[in-house]
C-alpha cells in the first residue's frame, strides 16, 4: 500500500526521461493530474492521458526529453512568500533556472504564480 505516491511520480518521470522513453506511465491520484499538468504547461512534457485499470486509474504520459532531474520534496515544508529565495537555493541548481511546486489553499500552483497571487503553502516538488 503506498502512501504517498508523488515521490514514485517525480522517480518514474525522471528515469523515463534519463533513458530516453517516449512515454511514461505512472499511478493517478488528484496531486499528480495537478502536479502534471503544471510540468505539461512548464514545457517539460508533452500531453498525458488517464488510463482506467477498474483500480485507481493510470497516467500516460508523453516525454519530451527535458527533464534534467525532478523530485518530491519530504517532508513538506512549509513556505512563505518571502522565503522562496532559500527553497530556490536549497532545491534549484541556479537562479531561473527550474521549477518549484507548491500546494497552497486555492490549489497546485509554481512559485511564479504564488508570488502573483501573494499566497505561501508546503513544497510538493521541484523540476528542472
Known amino acids: 500500500m503506498r502512501h504517498d505516491i508523488l515521490p514514485d511520480v517525480m522517480y518514474s518521470l525522471n528515469n523515463a526521461d534519463k533513458f530516453g ?9 488528484s496531486t499528480v493530474k495537478s502536479v502534471l499538468k503544471i510540468l505539461q504547461e512548464e514545457g517539460y512534457i508533452g500531453s498525458f ?3 482506467d485499470d477498474q483500480k485507481s486509474g493510470k497516467f500516460r504520459v508523453e516525454m519530451k526529453g527535458k527533464i534534467n532531474m525532478s523530485r518530491a520534496v519530504r517532508p513538506r ?13 536549497r532545491f534549484l541548481p541556479a537562479r531561473d533556472m527550474g521549477t518549484l511546486i507548491l500546494s497552497t ?24
Do not use: D, H, R
Not at 490549489?107 to 510538493?124: F, N, P, R, S, Y
Open 77 to 89: 515544508f512549509a513556505a512563505k512568500t518571502s522565503g522562496f529565495k532559500k527553497w530556490e537555493t
Open 49 to 51: 492521458e488517464f488510463v
Open 105 to 128: 489553499p486555492t490549489g497546485v500552483m509554481t512559485k511564479k504564480t504564488a508570488v502573483e497571487k501573494g499566497t505561501g503553502g508546503k513544497l510538493v516538488a521541484y523540476v528542472y
Open 21 to 29: 522513453k517516449q512515454e511514461c506511465i505512472v499511478p493517478a491520484s
